[in-house]
């Protein structure tokens, strides 16, 4: 990873909460960067070797209290120093080429006028898995949809010009996207961004996707995110 005393080109942010299983395998991935960067994880209380693993990568850490991702993501988007910014969950994993392929990215004349995500990839893959990983990509591309587990690369001007992420225990992804859509395209970076499956693995493929479309709708009709994270995350 390209250390530097000047602002990174890249930004890194990242929400934790007791992911320490899954989040070095993501770090390691992030310093194979070719890109000069900064890694902010936004730590909501963990209790296991978060800390430690921060300190080993030279991570910054930053608490946040009480625990809530839309809170997380917009502590660490305000001490960010880079030009473009990339906000990530904790499960997921890069692929090889990423830095490379953003390096190429970034380069070009209107880049910074879009927001950008990744293809979402499930592991381990299964035919249900495959399939929802379709229904995501057609979502992502005709609805202007991509959602949390598909990352998203948008530069600082165009973050700040759409109010950044809402403080909100659930949905901010969601929220952060349709306020985007009113002003940006949202595109596809060209590359898979891998996510644990261990959700999909306790539900189902099929009663997860029902289960979050359901939340889905009553955000829309106007329920409030504090009641939809006691659903989805229990009391």
């Given at each position: 990873?390209?250390?530097?005393?000047?602002?990174p080109?890249?930004s890194v942010?990242?929400?934790?909460?007791n992911?320490?299983a899954?989040?070095?395998?993501?770090?390691?991935?992030?310093?194979r960067?070719?890109?000069s960067?900064?890694?902010?994880?936004a730590?909501g209380?963990?209790?296991?070797?978060?800390?430690?693993i921060a300190?080993?990568?030279?991570?910054?850490?930053i608490?946040v209290h009480p625990?809530?991702?839309?809170r997380?993501?917009?502590?660490?988007?305000a001490?960010a120093?880079?030009?473009?910014?990339?906000?990530l969950?904790?499960?997921?994993?890069l692929?090889?080429?990423w830095?490379?392929w953003?390096?190429t990215?970034l380069q070009g004349?209107s880049?910074d006028a879009?927001?950008w995500?990744?293809?979402?990839?499930i592991?381990?893959?299964?035919?249900?898995?495959?399939?929802l990983?379709?229904?995501?990509?057609?979502r992502?591309r005709?609805?202007?949809?991509?959602y949390?587990?598909?990352?998203l690369?948008l530069?600082?001007g165009l973050?700040e010009?759409?109010?950044?992420?809402a403080e909100?225990?659930?949905?901010?992804d969601?929220?952060?996207?349709e306020r985007?859509?009113?002003?940006?395209?949202?595109?596809?970076i060209?590359?898979?961004?891998?996510?644990d499956?261990?959700?999909?693995?306790?539900?189902g493929?099929?009663r997860?996707?029902w289960?979050n479309?359901r939340?889905?709708?009553?955000?829309?009709?106007?329920e409030?995110?504090?009641q939809?994270?006691?659903?989805?995350y229990g009391?």
């Amino acid at each position: 990873m390209a250390r530097m005393n000047k602002a990174p080109e890249l930004s890194v942010m990242i929400p934790c909460l007791n992911e320490s299983a899954r989040l070095p395998l993501l770090l390691a991935d992030l310093r194979r960067s070719e890109l000069s960067l900064e890694i902010l994880l936004a730590d909501g209380g963990s209790s296991d070797a978060t800390a430690q693993i921060a300190g080993l990568v030279g991570a910054h850490l930053i608490g946040v209290h009480p625990a809530g991702r839309g809170r997380q993501l917009r502590a660490a988007a305000a001490r960010a120093r880079g030009d473009w910014l990339l906000f990530l969950h904790a499960d997921s994993r890069l692929p090889q080429q990423w830095s490379a392929w953003l390096t190429t990215l970034l380069q070009g004349s209107s880049a910074d006028a879009s927001a950008w995500y990744f293809d979402l990839r499930i592991s381990p893959s299964t035919p249900a898995r495959r399939l929802l990983e379709r229904a995501v990509g057609l979502r992502s591309r005709w609805l202007q949809r991509p959602y949390g587990d598909q990352g998203l690369l948008l530069h600082r001007g165009l973050y700040e010009r759409c109010g950044g992420f809402a403080e909100l225990p659930l949905m901010e992804d969601l929220e952060l996207v349709e306020r985007l859509s009113r002003i940006a395209e949202l595109r596809r970076i060209g590359l898979p961004l891998t996510t644990d499956g261990r959700r999909w693995q306790q539900e189902g493929v099929l009663r997860r996707s029902w289960r979050n479309a359901r939340l889905r709708r009553r955000w829309r009709q106007g329920e409030s995110a504090a009641q939809l994270a006691k659903a989805y995350y229990g009391p």
